[in-house]
């Protein structure tokens, strides 16, 4: 069975940091893009951050473009958000997302529609 599963949500003032992990067991992600999306409350789920396989080809929505970091370590089969300079529109249950066909090692997805397997989501609260 196929598991994404989300840490290192919290509660964080504005202007600190939190690094979300997603890590994923059932099946190796090693060879597959993967992403991060997030919604806040009443609103529609939106893409954050892409990482192609490889690690060499990233994408960002430009609302966090320069404050967040999305990065991969294959071997232990995990993703990982650096958020720096948080704000309190960040505010939002961020989730991991993971594509289930192989890709170019240089590609990413930002719709939603491209990515088959899900984490449950963490939550980020950021008071100003």
């Known amino acids: 069975q196929v598991q994404l599963v989300e840490s290192g949500g919290g509660l964080v003032q504005a202007g600190g940091s939190l690094r979300l992990s997603c890590a994923a067991s059932g099946r190796t992600f090693s060879n597959n893009a993967m992403g991060w999306f997030r919604q806040a409350p009443g609103k529609e789920r939106e893409f954050v951050a892409a990482?192609?396989?490889?690690?060499?080809?990233?994408y960002y929505t430009d609302s966090v473009k320069g404050r967040f970091t999305i990065s991969r370590d294959n071997a232990k089969n995990t993703v990982y958000l650096q958020m720096n300079s948080l704000k309190p529109e960040d505010t939002a249950v961020y989730y991991c997302?993971?594509?289930?066909?192989?890709?170019?090692?240089?590609?990413?997805?930002?719709?939603?529609?491209?990515?088959?397997?899900w984490g449950q989501g963490t939550q980020v609260t950021v008071s100003s």
């Open positions: 997302a993971a594509r289930d066909r192989y890709a170019g090692a240089t590609q990413f997805y930002t719709r939603s529609i491209n990515y088959n397997y």
């Open positions: 990482i192609s396989w490889s690690g060499d080809s990233t």
